[in-house]
């Protein structure tokens, strides 16, 4: 069950780093710039992801967001099966310090609000790995 989790949480992650690098082609933002648009809040349509630079962040950030699917993927599938005292540290890992970081600059950059959507794709990992794995031999 926690392996399907995972696979799911990575198929998330994923999915939400191609629209993320969609966000490079204008025509495509839409989506990127409507969550933008929530995360400084308020609601108010005056967020833009026109310049070359948002749009170069936009892909660079999208296939970084792809390849930690992609790392959470296989080590849910390959790695997890195996040991999963150390799959779980590497995911948690890995996952924690990004909700840190990320956290803590969008409360720097005037953008508080992300914390709660990070909350929510932190939560995707966390809890299907919040329980020590059993690494007794049966």
């Keep these: ?25 204008p025509a495509l933002s839409l989506p990127t710039l409507l969550i933008t648009d929530i995360i400084l809040w308020p609601i108010d349509g005056a967020q833009s992801l026109a310049s070359p630079e948002t749009r170069t962040l936009c892909a660079i950030l999208g296939g970084v967001l792809v390849g930690w699917a992609v790392m959470i993927w296989l080590t849910a599938t390959k790695l997890y099966p195996r040991d999963p005292a150390l799959a779980r540290s590497i995911i948690l890992t890995s996952v924690t310090i990004w909700f840190v970081i990320d956290s803590a600059a969008s409360v ?23 329980q020590q794995p059993d690494t007794r031999l049966a």
């Design 1 to 25: 069950r926690t392996q399907k989790q995972l696979q799911f949480a990575a198929i998330f992650y994923g999915a939400f780093g191609l629209v993320t690098a969609a966000a490079a082609l």
């Design 108 to 130: 720097l950059a005037g953008a508080p609000v992300n914390i709660i959507p990070n909350l929510a794709f932190a939560a995707l990992v966390w809890l299907p790995l919040r």
